[in-house]
Nanobody
Framework: QVQLVESGGGLVQAGGSLRLSCAAS????????MSWFRQAPGKEREFVAG????????YYADSVKGRFTISRDNAKSTPYLQMNSAKPEDTAVYYC?????????????????WGQGTQVTVSS
């Protein structure tokens, strides 16, 4: 079993930056590809970014490409999501997800573990 706990969410002005973290505990974190998803009110959960076990390959939704960066520190069992040039449409609850056999897959049902989410609000 793997437990995921997100942190770093909050309120940021449009154009600002925020860094999300996801503390992982339980089984060996470095064994798992990880991703970030987000869900806005009234909308379905959507893929934001994904990273392979080693961090060599990264995947991004078109809506965040060039603005967000996913990374991981396997020594700390923590993936990160650096959010730059934030837009009001980035407002959502952000979730960390792990253990997929298809790195970077945008399908939520492909992930075994989920965090509880952290709220990100971007004001205009």
């Amino acid at each position: 079993q793997v437990q995921l706990v997100e942190s770093g969410g909050g309120l940021v002005q449009a154009g600002g930056s925020l860094r999300l973290s996801c503390a992982a505990s339980g089984r060996t974190f470095s064994n798992y590809a990880m991703s970030w998803f987000r869900q806005a009110p009234g909308k379905e959960r959507e893929f934001v970014a994904g990273i392979t076990r080693t961090g060599y390959s990264k995947y991004y939704a078109d809506s965040v490409k060039g603005r967000f960066t996913i990374s991981r520190d396997n020594a700390k069992s923590t993936p990160y999501l650096q959010m730059n040039s934030a837009k009001p449409e980035d407002t959502a609850v952000y979730y960390c997800a792990g253990a997929t056999t298809v790195p970077g897959t945008p399908r939520p049902d492909e992930y075994r573990y989920w965090g509880q989410g952290t709220q990100v609000t971007v004001s205009s």
